[in-house]
């Protein structure tokens, strides 16, 4: 039987990978990274998935989580499997191919970075809040560019140093939150029927339309399988770490929209000149604990957006650290930093793309293109697990974790995956024909002279279907 392309590049990149990235990073560093790159999707999303769904929004929360949950569960499985970094680009790339690895892989980057730099100036309704109590005046493009040459160094400093920034920040995130919920209880209006009553009385297509909204705050949830390489034992704590904070984050989401809603005034979320507020956790925080605890949770606000650029930077360069241990870009993309043990050259080339992001792109209109994409990269990932199943006798897959109801869990993500793309509508093909469109021009300029080109699970699975005889 012929070596499988999965069983030697899985063997070689992971034998490689032990030897240029520390693997430094144990349980609680999975669920500090993941957790603190979704958040601060928390910090955003409330107000305006209320101005479509109404005091409901908790459910909404609840039922993205049951669409992302076969996506983390599959990408669980996979990262046990294939513990290196690049995450969701190696999946695709070992079971599809250079040229789907390619898409993928620059897609996967595009969007991360795209996020991550909406993350750096998105802060600025927390960040105007706290200027004008204090009366300060700052120009907010020195602020955004200035955080991000900060976590630009920080992450060529290691992975690591992006751990003890993001531990306390995340933690401080948590309790300002938490706080804020409790004193939630004591306001004069509390009321909590109606959250209950708004959610049940929503229609259907309301209710898809919200959960497609609100997706993209649990995307971050399985970024840290981007840097499989740098986990310590990752078998175990990669599809622990992911659960464990897909969980959190659930409840945390749910509750806080719950909570929100039911200690304040219906139609809160917009202002008084018609818009829709953009600073939902400092206004939750002002009217349940006073306006002081309000600036504090708007400088926390920043902290934790910053804290989720740090998270993107780091997923995101491990892409193009990958592509290039594949040969699908240039040699000087694998290169580790001596002393550092972190891919430097991907490193940088992320924080100045980031930076040109946030000069001269309608951040706003880009990510909307990017979290299409991204539900599509998870409806691919689904996708993986099912012919990896299928080929594992010829391919050897046999990983120390295998998610449980296999096939109607991976089925299901990519159906309401699917749903949830007809939502979004046109945004979510046009930023899948940008991807493919640069990978295919990408793969075939570069990538297809210097990749090794062998027979994929994909190619074993579509002639599995068309044997008569299997």
Not at 117 to 130: P, Q
Request: proline share 4%; charged share 15%.
């Amino acid at each position: 039987m012929p070596i499988s392309k999965l069983d030697s590049l899985v063997e070689k990149g992971t034998e490689s990978i032990k030897k240029t990235l520390k693997r430094s990073v144990g349980l609680a560093g999975v669920v500090i990274i993941s957790l603190s790159a979704m958040l601060p999707g928390i910090f955003v999303t409330p107000t305006f998935a209320a101005d479509i769904m109404g005091a409901g929004i908790w459910l909404a929360f609840i039922v993205a989580a049951a669409v992302v949950l076969p996506a983390a569960i599959s990408k669980a499985e996979l990262s046990s499997g294939m513990p290196s970094s690049g995450g969701s680009y190696v999946y695709l790339e070992r079971t599809y191919g250079p040229m789907i690895g390619t898409i993928s892989g620059l897609g996967l980057w595009a969007s991360f970075l795209l996020k991550s730099g909406f993350a750096l100036i998105g802060f600025s309704a927390y960040f105007i809040a706290v200027t004008t109590y204090f009366a300060i005046d700052m120009e907010m493009m020195v602020l955004s560019m200035s955080a991000l040459v900060l976590i630009t160094i920080v992450n060529i400093l290691g992975v690591k140093k992006v751990k003890a920034i993001q531990t306390p920040v995340l933690f401080v995130t948590l309790a300002m939150l938490l706080i804020t919920c409790a004193a939630a209880f004591f306001t004069d209006d509390f009321d909590g029927t109606g959250p209950l009553k708004a959610a049940f009385s929503t229609d259907l297509w309301t209710l898809a339309e919200t959960s497609a909204f609100v997706f993209v705050a649990y995307a971050g949830v399985t970024k840290v399988a981007a840097i499989g390489g740098e986990v310590k034992d990752p078998e175990k704590n990669l599809p622990a770490g992911m659960l464990l904070s897909l969980l959190f984050a659930t409840i945390l989401y749910a509750m806080i929209a719950y909570l929100m809603m039911a200690s304040m005034p219906d139609g809160w979320w917009i202002d008084a000149d018609g818009e829709v507020v953009e600073n939902p956790i400092f206004v939750f925080a002002e009217v349940v604990a006073g306006t002081e605890f309000g600036i504090f949770a708007a400088i926390v606000s920043v902290l934790a957006m910053i804290s989720m650029a740090l998270a993107g930077i780091l997923a995101s360069s491990r892409f193009l650290f990958a592509m290039g241990q594949d040969k699908l870009l240039p040699p000087a993309l694998e290169r580790v930093h001596e002393k550092y043990e972190t891919p430097h050259w991907p490193i940088i080339v992320t924080g100045v793309a980031m930076g040109l992001a946030i000069f001269f792109v309608p951040l706003k209109d880009v990510v909307k293109l990017a979290s299409g994409f991204k539900i599509m990269i998870f409806i691919m990932i689904n996708t993986c697990v099912i012919i990896l199943r299928q080929t594992s006798k010829r391919h050897d897959w046999n990983p120390s974790y295998k998610g449980a109801l296999y096939p109607f869990m991976q089925l299901w993500g990519i159906l309401a995956g699917l749903f949830l793309i007809y939502f979004i509508g046109d945004k979510a093909f046009i930023g899948a024909s940008a991807a493919i469109g640069a990978g295919l021009v990408t793969y075939y300029l570069y990538g297809q002279k210097h990749a090794e080109v062998t027979k994929t699970p994909f190619q074993s699975f579509r002639e599995s279907m068309t044997d008569s005889e299997e």
